[in-house]
T-cell receptor
Framework: ETGVTQTPRHLVMGMTNKKSLKCEQH?????MYWYKQSAKKPLELMFV???????ENNSVPSRFSPECPNSSHLFLHLHTLQPEDSALYLC???????????FGPGTRLTVL | AQKVTQAQTEISVVEKEDVTLDCVYE???????LFWYKQPPSGELVFLIR??????QNEISGRYSWNFQKSTSSFNFTITASQVVDSAVYFC???????????FGKGTRLHILP
């Protein structure tokens, strides 16, 4: 596989569930990102990882927990979400800071 | 502070017309990068172009062209002879050299009508 992949592509979960989103990049990049895109709102940067170290946490609620075990994989662990967390969650990667970010197809999350 | 403004929320044009998407940015840095991304209905953001602040040359790629003007802090995107497949949301974005994040505009939704 090439580029940035995300699984699952669609996820429906209840507010008490625990689930994880997975992102994998096959580009040899060193930085990975999580974004949230809600309807009629701008893209919101959630987390940034550089060389597996978290360098940005944009005041994201603790019910979202990122994990970056290596430069190629990024997870977003979800628990006790709210209906307003329903959105498209996009993962991206880049070679380094300020370099072009390449995006995955996203996971469309619905919280019931 | 960084800011990217895409004043056009939604545009509709008839196929084969030319259309320009506006982008105005704000930054205090002298070194920065500007981007355009396309988001078709499938959801994935597709990278279109990246320009650095020292390169003001206009760029043309097929039916796409970009006009970068530092004097007006604008980085406009023109699609010539538009096609239905160009229908998407287009995002302009800015990154400063010292920063590890890209600031996106709110996007312009483009409808190309057959």
């Amino acid at each position: 596989e090439t580029g940035v992949t995300q699984t699952p592509r669609h996820l429906v979960m209840g507010m008490t569930n625990k689930k994880s989103l997975k992102c994998e990049q096959h580009l040899g990049h060193n930085a990975m990102y999580w974004y949230k895109q809600s309807a009629k709102k701008p893209l919101e940067l959630m987390f940034v990882y550089n060389f597996k170290e978290q360098t940005e946490n944009n005041s994201v609620p603790s019910r979202f927990s990122p994990e970056c075990p290596n430069s190629s994989h990024l997870f977003l662990h979800l628990h006790t979400l709210q209906p307003e967390d329903s959105a498209l969650y996009l993962c991206a990667s880049s070679q380094g800071s300020s370099d072009t970010q390449y995006f995955g197809p996203g996971t469309r999350l619905t919280v019931l | 502070a960084q800011k990217v403004t895409q004043a056009q929320t939604e545009i509709s044009v008839v196929e084969k017309e030319d259309v320009t998407l506006d982008c105005v940015y704000e930054t205090r840095d002298t070194t920065y990068y500007l981007f355009w991304y396309k988001q078709p209905p499938s959801g994935e953001l597709v990278f279109l172009i990246r320009r650095n602040s020292f390169d003001e040359q206009n760029e043309i790629s097929g039916r796409y062209s970009w006009n970068f003007q530092k004097s007006t802090s604008s980085f406009n995107f023109t699609i010539t002879a538009s096609q239905v497949v160009d229908s998407a949301v287009y995002f302009c974005a800015l990154s400063e050299n010292r920063d590890d994040k890209i600031i996106f505009g709110k996007g312009t939704r483009l409808h190309i009508l057959p």
